[in-house]
């Protein structure tokens, strides 16, 4: 049946007059009546109806305050040998009814949400709106790519704590409390006995206790220390090898970080090692590769040096071996670190070290396109 839009529905809902029967023959009356009401209501189109509206006809034909309702009430008024049979009759009304408006119910629901989507208009042939992926952060890449060639030879990457013991970070790297080297290295403390470490040396630490020789380790890793300018900042990436195992000389450092840097420059580079001072290594030294600007003769980018500074080495000083349990007369190894940043830096640029870490998505984009 269709009705105009603006039928009325409320005339199709209207209650019945008289709700009360006594005899099985009136009874018999009124639940016609109402299978018919309810007959003539489900029988309008669903689309002309909204979900609210088809919400009260589920109310007024199986609600609590329907007629069913009044008509099993009204039972007792029934001789005693008329009720069975007429409680028979409003049941079987009632589960017709229920059965009926509930498909009709969900059949409005249904053209309704089909409505719904036709006014939304989706069309499928769109193109999507541009998706931002996103990307690794810069220095987290230089990291992965210098990572990557000490696993070609051979390192085995490992992690470590950042929230690390004094013990890990100072004394079992020969840097007892009163060591001035501690002064180097303005550190936070967390609590007593804890810091944030301060360099990736620590993991060397674990790694001699916890793996025991020999070692060929490499790792990369956030450090800490309280210091904030133009090259520094608090929060910094280093990435650290150590090699312990019988025999070690400088002579194998000294292979193993050339053939470092020409797996990291794409070809053989200088380099130069400056006799520096660690306490964690004996002898140590500073490492400089040649300034791939201008080979040597000079430039901006190295400060008119020819050398660009990339960080430490040195062998393993016996101390630290020592109180890693590891015994000297034996072993020996050697160490080198560098900051990632650094290397970054010099990478992709970048003047100001502290942009790396402002969260500029602009900037992080520039340099992943690199
Ligand atoms: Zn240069």
């Not at 013991?165 to 840097?175: G, H, K, V």
């Not at 309280?226 to 194998?252: S, Y």
């Not at 300034?291 to 080495?313: A, I, P, V």
């Amino acid at each position: 049946m269709d009705l105009p839009t603006e039928f009325s529905l409320s005339d199709l809902l209207e209650l019945p007059q008289t709700a009360a029967a006594s005899s099985l023959s009136e009874l018999q009356k009124l639940l016609d009546e109402e299978r018919n009401r309810c007959a003539q209501v489900i029988a309008v189109s669903p689309e002309n109806l909204t979900e609210a509206q088809s919400d009260e006809v589920r109310v007024r034909f199986t609600g609590r305050k329907s007629p069913l309702q009044d008509w099993l009430k009204s039972l007792r008024n029934f001789p005693a040998e008329e009720r069975k049979d007429a409680g028979a009759k409003i049941n079987q009304l009632k589960s017709f009814l229920e059965g009926e408006v509930e498909r009709f119910v969900l059949a409005c629901r249904a053209s309704a949400e089909k409505l719904r989507l036709e006014r939304e208009k989706v069309d499928l042939t769109l193109p999507l709106p541009e998706l931002n992926l996103g990307s690794r952060h810069p220095v987290s890449a230089a990291a992965q790519q210098l990572l990557e060639p000490l696993r070609r030879l051979g390192f085995t990457v490992i992690d470590g704590p950042e929230l690390e013991r004094e013990f890990y970070n100072f004394e079992a790297l020969n840097i007892p409390a009163e060591h001035p080297a501690r002064e180097m290295q303005d550190t936070f403390f967390v609590a007593s006995q804890w810091v944030l470490r301060t360099h990736t040396s620590s993991v060397q630490a674990h790694a001699m206790l916890e793996r025991g020789v020999p070692l060929r380790v490499a790792c990369a890793g956030f450090t800490y220390r309280n210091e904030l300018d133009l090259t520094h900042v608090p929060t910094f990436r280093q990435i650290e090898c150590l090699v312990v195992d019988k025999g070690i000389t400088l002579a194998n450092m000294r292979s193993t970080l050339d053939a470092f840097f020409a797996e990291v420059f794409g070809r053989p580079v200088k380099l130069r090692l400056r006799s520096s001072y660690f306490p964690f290594t004996e002898p140590s030294a500073e490492i400089d590769v040649q300034c791939q600007q201008c080979f040597g003769s000079g430039c901006r980018s190295c400060k008119h040096t020819g050398w660009l500074e990339m960080g430490g080495c040195g062998l393993v000083n016996t101390r630290v071996l020592e109180s890693c349990g590891i015994d000297s007369k034996v072993y020996s190894g050697f160490a080198f670190g560098m900051g990632v940043d650094r290397i970054a830096m010099s990478k992709f640029g970048i003047a100001d070290l502290r942009s790396l870490y402002e969260g500029d998505v602009l900037l992080s984009r520039q340099l992943a396109l690199r």
